[in-house]
């Protein structure tokens, strides 16, 4: 059984030593150029994306790639990014994802999923201006049916500090790409649009069961967090942070900065994380409310207790994940990071 006791303050978790000990196995379902992203299906199915620029769609073990996919920068941390099934996918067939176009820009896109192919695709949301790497472009669906995208500051850190500028942002938009009501700021549409500023990279993106928001992001030279999102903060990048430049020079600690908000927890040395879900169903009872967290750096898959206080387990997997999805029967799904990309189903040991 895994022990649910917390600290009563954020602690670096990264000094903490992953197992090889696995409650599960591996299976092996699919093998994939760099894939990038999970979307699981309301009726079983899968959508996966790789960076190169494919979506492909997985019926059990037969997957196909899809046609129309719109063209990509393929290049460094660039590419076809984060893929989501709409709130109302069973009626409408709609999917939503996000990539860097030719022309630098983060893209929200939105489409049908139809016979082999998208139909019908719209561009949501277009970054002005563009940049370099670290896009973010994670995708989440909030109860309220909004849809909340993750902006990174493309390699350029201080204007994850500049309100009209969208790097370094979460945003909060209509299904249609427009500012959503009741966002907490307003003025241009860039500002109406934000829900949260002073972000780096967000990778993980995710909704509690109790409706809360949580994501992470990778630090520079130390310091990945995760973040409790509340609406009109600032998280402090590049301000503040438990990391340190990559040149050596050192960044305040958050703790130096109490009007920022501050992480849950954070890892140094770091994790990269990459993918954010929260497990529901009974293949792991003792998962069950709690986060399932890929990471990169740390070669494995991290379970964060439900409600951010803790890390509960590290399993080292000797692979870079790049993305963890929890499908409606409770399966859990990973991808891994490479040129020749697995991706897996965990069945319960």
């Known amino acids: 059984m895994i022990s649910l006791t917390v600290p009563a303050w954020a602690e670096n978790m990264g000094?903490?030593?992953a197992s090889r000990?696995?409650?599960?196995?591996?299976?092996?379902?699919?093998?994939l150029d760099l894939p990038w992203a999970i979307a699981p299906l309301h009726d079983g199915r899968l959508l996966v994306t790789t960076k190169p620029g494919e979506i492909w769609l997985f019926d059990g073990e037969t997957g196909?790639?899809?046609?129309?996919?719109?063209e990509v920068q393929f290049s460094g941390q660039n590419g076809l990014l984060d893929v989501a099934a709409a709130p109302d996918f069973a009626q409408s067939g709609a999917v939503y994802f996000t990539y860097v176009s030719p022309q630098n820009a983060l893209v929200l896109a939105r489409a049908r999923l139809g016979d082999g192919a998208l139909e019908g695709i719209e561009t949501l949301w277009r970054q002005t201006p563009g940049g370099r790497g670290q896009p973010g472009g994670i995708i989440a669906f909030g109860p309220d049916r909004m849809l909340y995208l993750s902006v990174?500051?493309?390699?350029?850190?201080?204007?994850?500090?500049?309100?009209?500028?969208?790097?370094g942002k979460i945003l909060r938009l209509t299904p249609g790409g427009e500012p959503a009501p009741g966002?907490?700021?307003?003025?241009?549409?860039?500002?109406?649009?934000?829900?949260?500023?002073?972000?780096?990279?967000?990778y993980g993106l995710a909704f509690a069961p109790d409706g809360r928001l949580w994501s992470h992001e990778m630090g520079p030279r130390g310091g990945d967090e995760l973040n409790l999102i509340t609406p009109g903060l600032n998280y402090g990048w590049p301000e503040v942070s438990n990391g340190d430049n990559y040149t050596g020079w050192p960044i305040p600690d958050h703790d130096t900065r109490p009007e920022f908000a501050a992480p849950s927890l954070w890892w140094t040395p770091v994790i990269a994380p990459a993918g954010l879900a929260f497990y529901v169903g009974d293949d792991f009872?003792?998962?069950?409310?709690?986060?399932?967290?890929?990471?990169?750096?740390?070669?494995?898959?991290?379970?964060?207790?439900g409600d951010g206080s803790d890390q509960l387990a590290r399993w080292d997997l000797r692979m870079r994940v790049r993305?963890?999805?929890v499908d409606r029967a409770g399966q859990v799904?990973?991808?891994?990071?490479?040129g020749s990309g697995g991706l897996y189903r965990l069945v319960p040991r």
């Open 64 to 70: 196909v790639s899809l046609r129309n996919v719109p």
């Open 333 to 338: 799904w990973l991808i891994e990071d490479s």
């Open 152 to 167: 990174g500051d493309r390699m350029q850190p201080d204007t994850a500090q500049e309100s009209d500028n969208p790097r």
């Open 183 to 202: 966002n907490p700021f307003s003025g241009s549409a860039t500002r109406a649009a934000t829900w949260t500023e002073g972000h780096r990279n967000p």
């Open 15 to 17: 000094e903490r030593s």
């Open 323 to 325: 993305d963890v999805a």
């Open 285 to 305: 009872p003792d998962w069950r409310g709690h986060m399932l967290i890929g990471a990169l750096r740390g070669q494995g898959l991290v379970l964060v207790a």
């Open 21 to 31: 000990d696995l409650p599960f196995r591996l299976e092996r379902v699919a093998t």
